[in-house]
T-cell receptor
Framework: NAGVTQTPKFQVLKTGQSMTLQCAQDMNHNSMYWYRQDPGMGLRLIYYSASEGTTDKGEVPNGYNVSRLNKREFSLRLESAAPSQTSVYFC????????????????FGEGSRLTVL | RKEVEQDPGPFNVPEGATVAFNCTYSNSASQSFFWYRQDCRKEPKLLMSVYSSGNEDGRFTAQLNRASQYISLLIRDSKLSDSATYLCVVNILTGGGNKLTFGTGTQLKVEL
């Protein structure tokens, strides 16, 4: 079972370049999320999509845009990358609609390690 | 003050030991609580939910103290394979709805 698939797994960018992180889930989940994880900061929510056709900002949305292309896919775009966006990015999904899974169960992808020089 | 705080560790324990982690949360409106496990350079995975009455899953016991606003995870008979970072997660009610807030994690190293 694929679960949540993220691409690319690794990427190095120069300041000012743009890129899109792709995420797809095959579990027919309603909600999808993008988090970033930095040392000493814990996982922080960037954007989420409670259901197909909707997206909302999380805690740290500045510098990012998202697209919920269909129920399966949720992409994260950096329009002009900055060194502060160097991080590990995780996409996640949950079966319930809403900002957070009531039962707390998020299914994460393997992560995308982004370095901005 | 962070919304969810954990001792980062590392906790270095011998195989077979019992180890406990605590996590404190600041928002009394927190509704539900969870422990996730994250292996090195891997994604987090749900370990267990934390219920008000406390709950057990094999060697793992989770407890909640709402009055003191902390949750705990106890691991008995530690195995080498338990080595990981344990994330405390709190579901907090905000103006925008429920949101999951992650602690920074406690690192456990189980040694021979």
């Amino acid at each position: 079972n694929a679960g949540v698939t993220q691409t690319p797994k690794f990427q190095v960018l120069k300041t000012g370049q743009s890129m899109t992180l792709q995420c797809a889930q095959d579990m027919n989940h309603n909600s999808m999320y993008w988090y970033r994880q930095d040392p000493g900061m814990g996982l922080r929510l960037i954007y989420y999509s409670a259901s197909e056709g909707t997206t909302d900002k999380g805690e740290v949305p500045n510098g990012y845009n998202v697209s919920r292309l269909n129920k399966r896919e949720f992409s994260l775009r950096l329009e002009s990358a900055a060194p502060s966006q160097t991080s590990v990015y995780f996409c996640a999904s949950s079966p319930r609609a809403g900002r957070a899974s009531v039962n707390g169960e998020l299914f994460f992808g393997e992560g995308s390690r982004l370095t901005v020089l | 003050r962070k919304e969810v705080e954990q001792d980062p560790g590392p906790f270095n324990v011998p195989e077979g030991a019992t180890v406990a982690f605590n996590c404190t949360y600041s928002n009394s409106a927190s509704q539900s609580f969870f422990w996730y496990r994250q292996d090195c350079r891997k994604e987090p995975k749900l370990l267990m939910s934390v219920y008000s009455s406390g709950n057990e899953d094999g060697r793992f016991t989770a407890q909640l103290n709402r009055a003191s606003q902390y949750i705990s995870l106890l691991i008995r008979d530690s195995k080498l394979s338990d080595s990981a970072t344990y994330l405390c997660v709190v579901n907090i009610l905000t103006g925008g709805g429920n949101k999951l807030t992650f602690g920074t994690g406690t690192q456990l190293k189980v040694e021979l």
